[in-house]
């Protein structure tokens, strides 16, 4: 395919992505298919920052598209930020996001200190109470703390032991403090999925070679199991972690000043330096046209992975799209003992000679600090994953193997 047509077939297939990623409900789920192709984004983090470091300009910019989009907050973040206590550390780290997604949607600060743009109420999950924020301007504009504590969502990835428990953000409309244990936070955030319904999950890199921070890791293993337990299919998109900046700039000057511009709002409530994270954004896995081709009847065909199952699509002589999941089982949903294959297409397995178990440091940004060993604390596995055979018997799609692999991406576009 030359470069000119696979690119023109990339950006309809985008829009083709898009709508399938809304119209398509999984078998069984009871959820109706919705009558619009919009795209609908939820953004799944550890920290109040971790978004506008890693995850901007793409938050900022499917924001200011008007595309609805929450993001949720997972921990308190009361190890940072400024305050003498955790509850204020954490109520201003929360004020510091809220005046940076604010300004990301265009909605100015009639008062620098107060967030008046926003409204504030208690949501109720599987009998936990979280809170909610909404931008009055833009009310498709949400931000939810679920407020665990920061430095405690790694020992999700090292077993199914976890427990934690709430905050208290100073002023918070929530007055008792919630224990979770692993499936409370996948029923939490598998709720929040059944309300917002988004067609695209946003979160951090879930193997990370190096220099990654464990609540990132256990931030997105989270994502991912409840994306699963969610049920209907969605694209899932992961972003580099703090070895971003082992990587050459890529981003513009107009984009490296709006998105520096972005994080200082945040940094008036929890003051750092982003060291060269505000030039870069890098997805875990390369995206292009690798796996968008012809057939030999000239139509085209696109693969793409949503829930960690990867689907084949492919458009009739009549023009209408039809597909079908490839994998019978979703790949690449792993932890630490089990299989770190996220494709169907190359295995990658935590054995000797392949993909390292734990390539990352329990935490490696300086003003946090890193969890130490549990005492008495046992390691859960699982069976590995088998990647299945799904590549059709046509070209020209291209299949690369290895620790790169993709997961939960949309190859395609």
Known sequence: MRVREATALSRRLLTVLGALAVFVPAAGTGHAATTTPEARFMQVVAHQDDDLLFMNPDVHDSIQAGMPSVTVFITAGQITGLGDTDAERARNRQRGIQDAYARMAGVPDADPQDQEEWEGDVWTLSGRQVERFTLKDAP??????????????????????????????????????????TQDVINVLSGMMRHYRPTVVRALDPMPEHRGHADHVGATMFARESAAAYGVPLIQLHYRDYNITDAPVNLAPPAIAQKLSILQHYNTYDPFDPDGRESRLYYRWARGTAWAGRDGSGLPHVFVVRSGRAYAYARDALGQWTGRPRSPTPVGRSRRGSAWSSTPAAGCRSSPGGCPTTPWSPCTRPRRAAAGPRPGRTTATRAPVTPSTWAPPWSPVTVTGGCGSSSGTARAV
Do not use: A, E, K
């Open 140 to 181: 498709q504009v949400q931000l939810v703390f679920m407020n665990l504590r920061d430095g405690q969502l790694g020992w999700f990835v090292w077993g199914d032991d976890f427990v934690d428990h709430t905050i208290i953000p100073q002023g918070s409309q929530i007055t008792r403090s919630f224990t979770y244990d």
